[in-house]
């Protein structure tokens, strides 16, 4: 039976620590809200259906892990990535596109200093992939890797290692390489989400995987993290509503956000994580049918494990 949230009432048990999987580490980003922590529930989800979905379309890809976990699993056929931000975008539009070698070539031939990466962040380029290779630069360089206006080098960073302390170049070209083998089986838009939601409304057999900015409810933390943040959240509530193919959304914990679950007919479940922070945390997890989840005890999925990513 589905179960309308624990709509107003928090009391439920104690997330214990059921499932520290291991997740194959595959983004060549280190994205603030990525959901690498999400990827056990991905699975459960996906094979809890009847068929194979042919396609998966994640419409706020950000580091894209869930559509990468999708395609490098066989989980899915296919999968669409979308993503409004112009530099993200370079970096799956190289990828993508049969430049994976030539980046990662760049990333292994860079040497990573606070002087060159400013000297290379500072090329004012219309190439797409001189951008993608900028954008890996500043991911890897930028405390949090937010990308967003505002954001700062590492300062202190791991071991004290500073600006340097996330570069791997020798992990992030064998990302990308492997990514290049299952490229034929990516595509990416660089558009709005909501085009894509329009576009694919009708079609069977697809599934999407919706994980907005969290700025429901004039929430200000996905600001600082995004470029874009700006959403109109019951729209997007209205048009998942509507999609003929299965979805789940992931959200922040908040009571707007369950309002907006309710009023469209939609089954919220709580999911227990831990932020880059390692405080303990409800997410939320909400779809038509939730019922893949019954038999799954609430999750403490340790984003720390993760960390090194
Ligand atoms: C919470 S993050 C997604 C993180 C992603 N699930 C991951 O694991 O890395 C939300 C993303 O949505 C993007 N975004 C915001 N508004 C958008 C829109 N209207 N269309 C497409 N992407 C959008 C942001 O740039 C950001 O990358």
Redesign the pocket.
Known sequence: MQTYLFSDCEDYAKPKVVNVASVPLR?P?R??????W?VPRLREWIQSKDCKPKLLI?????????SLTAVFEKLVDSALM????ED?ASVWKTVIGGDAEWLSNRILNFSMTKENVIKEVNIQTSCIKQIAFQTIIKNRAFHGGILAPGSGFLKNGEAGKGISSRWYPATLAKRLREINLVRNRLKFEH????AMLKKYRNEENVVF?I????TAGGKNA?KR???????DHDLLFRYCSKLRGDFIM?YDNAPEVKELARRNGLVVKPIAMKNTHHAEMTELVIGRNLSWMEGIERALEEQAKYKSS
């Open positions: 983004s980003f994205y603030p809200g990525g959901k690498t999400f994640e419409p706020f890809a950000g580091g894209g892990i869930i979308v993503e409004l931000d993200i558009t709005d989400a909501f995987f994980d907005p900015p969290y996905g993290l995004y470029k874009h943040y700006e959403l992931t």
